[in-house]
């Protein structure tokens, strides 16, 4: 099992960046697979981007293609989601989730979440 807390939300106007990141304790980091998401207020969780256990392999979701990056440092049991060009429909909670194998659809493991506020 594995355990994600994520951090680095906040406040940010239009444009701005941010970088988010989800520490995890527990089993062998680099086993797992990583994921984003991100759930706005009345709307539901959706997919932001994943990356593999090595982190060789990437993807996002075209919403954020170009503009938000995915990585990890497995010597830091850590992976980060850096966002730049911010919108304001960015506002959302941001979650960090990991699976055992990277083509699998469900993720068992999700930490708590972070906020993140665009303001225009």
């Known amino acids: 099992q594995v355990q994600l807390v994520e951090s680095g939300g906040g406040l940010v106007q239009a444009g701005g960046s941010l970088r988010l990141s989800c520490a995890a304790s527990?089993?062998?980091?680099?086993?797992?697979?990583m994921g984003w998401f991100r759930q706005a207020p009345g709307k539901a969780r959706e997919f932001v981007a994943t990356?593999?256990?090595?982190?060789?392999?990437?993807y996002a979701a075209d919403s954020v293609k170009g503009r938000f990056t995915i990585s990890r440092d497995n010597a830091k049991n850590t992976v980060y989601l850096q966002m730049n060009s911010l919108k304001p429909e960015d506002t959302a909670v941001y979650y960090c989730a990991a699976k055992s194998s990277y083509f699998s659809v469900e993720y068992p493991y999700w930490g708590q979440g972070t906020q993140v506020t665009v303001s225009s």
């Open positions: 990356i593999s256990q090595s982190g060789g392999t990437t």
């Open positions: 527990g089993r062998t980091f680099s086993s797992y697979a």
